[in-house]
């Protein structure tokens, strides 16, 4: 194996450039792998890659680390890469390098968090504020316009975050009789949001419906009220609409959800556009997924 190849398997610093290379050099750095949705990324990049020999995928978990986000984003920068993909730990901690990035004329595509500014080439995401403003108005039909919630938020400096947040409370706010009486942060993870939701369980004698950022937490917070005898009591919302075994779908199908919402990875999307950019074609500045409401 040539000298440049070990390079780029490896990984390492100082890249030999494309023409040696044979192939465009991607640099994937994903936010963390600690979420089930984030690996199915990761595969649907990896499936999709597949169908074009030309690409060459390196990745970086950034294992919800700033620092190390950015630390893996200018180490891509220094194999000069042919295009940066990422997907923020959080928004304004990564604005700086995605910038940078783009500024030094490698285009970059941000997926499903966002960076401050517009400084990339193109964004690839599900309007979090729409899916959260459907999980609100569907949480006011459950409720019967009134009741008692509980919300557990994902990272707070994450945009998705706050945009599920926002647009759930535009939602209900509609309806003065559904409070919103806790909202713990458990930063996307499921045993996070068990923990949370022990300690709501605690606090709160009456809660009529759980509304969580994602599925993972959905279901931990499912699984606390459970142990607790009280699930029973409640309905639970999530959002990823993952398939497989261990998916919201089927946390809807064996009744622990009430609902899921959709929320495309954008995987299989973003190595299309890369392609697209790479043979000088002209892409959307932002290209929005469709999402749909999962209920049994």
Sequence with gaps: MSRCLLLVFAVATGACGREQRGKYLIGFSQANLGEPWRVTMNAEIAARAADFPELEIVYADAQQDNAKQVADVENFL??????????PNE???LTAVVRRAYEAKIPVIVLDREVEGDSYTTFIGADNREIGRAAGEYAATLLGGKGLVVEVKGL???TPARD????????IAAFPDIRIIHDPVANWLREEALTQMEAALSAQH??????????????????AAKAKGRDGEMKFIGIDGLPGLDGGRQAVADGRLAATFVYPTGGKEAVEIAWQILRGETVPHRITLPTERITK
């Design 78 to 87: 220094r194999q000069q890469i042919d295009l940066l993909i990422i997907s």
């Design 91 to 93: 928004a304004k901690p």
């Design 156 to 158: 707070p400096g994450s």
């Design 164 to 171: 599920r947040s926002d647009g759930f409370r535009e939602a």
């Design 206 to 223: 009456k809660i009529d419906l759980v509304y969580a950022h994602n599925d993972p937490m959905a279901v931990g917070a499912y699984l």
